[in-house]
């Protein structure tokens, strides 16, 4: 698989991935590669330990390293990519060069105590400022995106 991004300055937070070539539709991105991070119940402190790492399953995490692409992967709440299976970045549309390839972080997460640590900075019309998990997300926006959530959190759509 050809990587089609790079790591570039991004004005959502620091650096994030953009694509250098065309990445169609439904087209796989990466996949991450990582260690996993298993918690008993979920809690406070540990919602906030949770920088770089992406839910998997419940009260489980892929803890990624700087050089593997998740690291860089930024929010958006209008995202242009999506979490198939329980890792796999794919494109939720076409991605043209020079474009941000986001996600939505709350898609991702389960854990009810887990926010993002700062005001979301996506700028789209449909900003919802504040970061939650899944459990925070309206029953209306899951059903509209259910197809664009991983396998393990389907049971909130």
Not at 95 to 124: A, K, M, V
Request: charged content about 25%.
């Amino acid at each position: 698989m050809k990587k089609k991004y790079a790591v570039q300055k991004s004005g959502i937070r620091s650096k994030g991935l953009f694509a250098i070539s065309k990445i169609n539709q439904h087209e796989i991105i990466f996949i991450p590669q990582g260690t996993t991070h298993t918690v008993r119940r979920y809690t406070k402190s540990d919602a906030k330990t949770g920088q770089h790492m992406l839910g998997i399953s419940t009260r489980t995490w892929l803890k990624t390293e700087r050089n593997d692409p998740l690291w860089h992967l930024n929010h958006s709440c209008e995202p242009n990519a999506y979490i198939c299976g329980s890792k796999i970045v794919v494109a939720l549309r076409n991605i043209l060069p020079g474009e941000e390839i986001t996600i939505d972080y709350s898609f991702t997460e389960e854990d009810p105590f887990w926010e993002l640590d700062h005001p979301c900075r996506c700028r789209s019309s449909i900003c919802r400022t504040h970061i939650r998990s899944i459990t925070h997300i309206s029953q209306e926006l899951r059903t509209v995106q259910k197809n664009y959530i991983p396998d393990w959190l389907q049971k909130y759509t």
